[in-house]
């Protein structure tokens, strides 16, 4: 038996295991669920729990359609698994030398792109589960990467040779190269993709103007590494995870006040494993989530800035936990091998 642990004000939730197979629904409307509660869901049952990775999962996505979550281990592979029915892995994609700490699906679902501690960015053919295109100057761990919303096919990685590099998939090699003193760990790309958002050991977060190669701004405000970024579906906002044990949530609109830092979330916990634990939004921007070392997966109210749940079920660090871009579910990975998709 599963409980979900309220916050104030909440009522607990239970959430019985996988139901028997005979009973389950492929229909688009949920069934209720066995205590007669309403689903809220099409998951087969309020919990999937996902199991075939060899090692920690350090990062998973839901596909933009909702129809797939990829997961990336320290087993040096990627996992394609369906969201309906039974969650079976379909597909592996192998060809990384070490761990996958990072992965992205492209804006149309088609490719997946990989950042991994064998110095490479890859991007992934879904499709044929074959890598395309695998980039490889950075000369250290590639930490995170990031692929653009829109416009030209452009990708930005992140590493531990203090530089981030921006990649475009129709060219050879690296079209710039972003060089700063300290260990990059996270990256991300502006709504527009005229800017870069790099995070690192020093704690400040650079923007960079690609068109003059240069910081625009920093933002200052974490007082230790930042472990994962995510700009909001509406990309006003960017919101970051640091091993100060804050999330925060900072104004990138183009006029806003010098402090850009408007939301800090706390209550999630970073220990001595230092994971890069990520971060990410509900698709309407009125959530948040984040992975934390005390084994639970945080969700909080982006505006009250209140913890709204806390879920148990991993047996050790959450390192990623994601909303489905249409559904009521939450996935997590871990460091227990375990991914779990939950209705909410």
Not at 13 to 35: C, F, K, Q, W
């Amino acid at each position: 038996m599963m409980q979900f642990a309220p916050s104030e004000g909440e009522t607990a939730l239970s959430i019985v295991g996988p139901r028997p197979m005979e009973l389950s629904t492929h229909s688009a409307r949920p069934a209720p669920g066995p205590n007669g509660k309403q689903r809220t869901s099409s998951l087969e049952s309020p919990i999937m729990l996902l199991t075939g990775h060899q090692s920690a999962i350090y990062t998973m996505k839901f596909n933009p359609a909702g129809t797939v979550v990829a997961s990336g281990s320290h087993d040096k592979e990627i996992f394609l698994w369906n969201v309906l029915g039974e969650c079976k892995n379909f597909m592996v994609l192998k060809g990384h030398k070490n761990a996958v700490l990072d992965l992205h699906w492209t804006t149309d679902g088609s490719q997946i792109i990989s950042a991994s501690p064998d110095k490479t960015v890859g991007a992934w053919d879904v499709e044929t589960g074959k890598r395309i295109k695998k980039m490889a100057e950075h000369s250290s761990f590639v930490n995170s990467c990031h692929p653009a919303r829109r416009g030209p096919p452009l990708i930005v990685s992140g590493s531990d040779d203090g530089t981030a590099k921006l990649w475009d998939m129709r060219l050879r090699g690296a079209i710039q190269t972003f060089p700063d003193k300290y260990q990059i760990t996270a990256v991300s790309f502006s709504d527009a993709s005229d800017k870069i958002f790099t995070g690192g050991i020093d704690n400040d977060i650079k923007v960079w103007d690609l068109r003059k190669a240069e910081v625009m701004m920093t933002l200052q405000g974490h007082q230790d590494m930042i472990t994962g970024m995510s700009l909001s579906p509406d990309g006003s906002y960017l919101l970051t995870n640091g091993m100060d044990c804050k999330l925060c949530i900072w104004d990138m609109r183009p006029y806003a006040p010098q402090n850009r830092c408007v939301k800090i979330m706390e209550g999630h916990q970073h220990n001595f494993e230092k994971n890069l634990l990520k971060c990410s939004w509900s698709p309407d921007g009125s959530k948040v989530t984040a992975g934390s070392s005390d084994r639970m997966v945080y969700v909080w109210d982006t505006t009250s800035r209140r913890i709204l749940y806390m879920l148990p079920g991993h047996t050790g660090s959450v390192n990623e936990s994601v909303f489905h871009p249409t559904e009521p579910i939450i996935g997590s990975c871990g460091s227990d091998k375990q991914i779990y998709l939950g209705e909410i």
